[in-house]
């Protein structure tokens, strides 16, 4: 067995062990918590194909390393780390509200528009997506598809999934972790990944922003 195969297997008995322990504490927790747990499986099934995909890429350019690295360490926590623990130990019970069944719903009801988004945008984009900022060799811009007017599909996809989190996990420290996350490497990242773009496509790039809005469609 080569160290990678043993550490894929060690993560994977982790990810079962707490995805059991989630569903094994689903009466303490609310349903809301079995929601969230299919959701970020849901997450992790919808990018698997496409991190595939994408490891063939040869990279070019890669932006802001150390930056990146931060911010998404503080989305794992925000996203992960802080639910776990919560929903796992009950450790941070003492900061829990209650919220009505259909608030939960309304949670749940979001996450279905949300990774139609989430599943639609990394279609288009194909090979040019990356986890971090950065550019491929024969990087294209694309422009077609939900691109054609939302310039950050994918990014308002998240936006309407870390919403959905304060919804699902009733907790003020594990609940809206996910936004206070996300709301940092949204507002740090997109001006340098939009400033590269620019950089690398010009006034095609110009155009494209002239004509798309950030996280919604321009025209209807
Ligand atoms: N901000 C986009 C993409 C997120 S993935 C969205 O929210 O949908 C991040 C990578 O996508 C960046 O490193 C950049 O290389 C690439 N990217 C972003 N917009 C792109 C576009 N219009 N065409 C091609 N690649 C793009």
Request: glycine share 6%; with cysteine; net charge positive.
């Amino acid at each position: 067995m080569t160290l990678n195969t043993a550490m894929r297997f060690v993560f994977t008995a982790i990810g079962v062990a707490v995805a059991g322990a989630v569903v094994w504490r689903w009466q303490t927790n609310g349903w809301g918590s079995l929601i969230w747990l299919a959701s970020l499986l849901l997450m992790a099934a919808i990018r698997a194909p496409f991190a595939k995909q994408t490891r063939e890429n040869t990279i070019t350019e890669k932006h802001q390393i150390i930056v990146e690295r931060v911010l998404l360490a503080i989305m794992a926590i925000g996203t992960s780390v802080l639910p776990v623990v919560h929903l796992v130990t009950g450790a941070l019970g003492f900061a829990n509200y209650s919220l009505p069944h259909w608030a939960t719903g309304v949670g749940a009801a979001i996450l279905a528009p949300a990774y139609w988004l989430f599943w639609r945008s990394h279609v288009d984009l194909g090979h040019n997506w990356s986890v971090t900022v950065e550019l491929r060799e024969g990087h294209d811009l694309v422009t077609s598809g939900i691109y054609k007017r939302i310039r950050h599909p994918m990014y308002a996809a998240i936006w309407l999934i870390v919403i959905t989190q304060p919804l699902l996990i009733h907790n003020w420290i594990a609940g809206p972790a996910a936004i206070i996350a996300f709301g940092l490497m949204y507002f740090i990242r997109v001006p340098y990944e939009e400033a590269m773009m620019r950089k690398q496509f010009g006034h095609a790039y110009e155009a494209y922003c002239e004509r798309s809005a950030p996280l919604w469609s321009k025209r209807l």
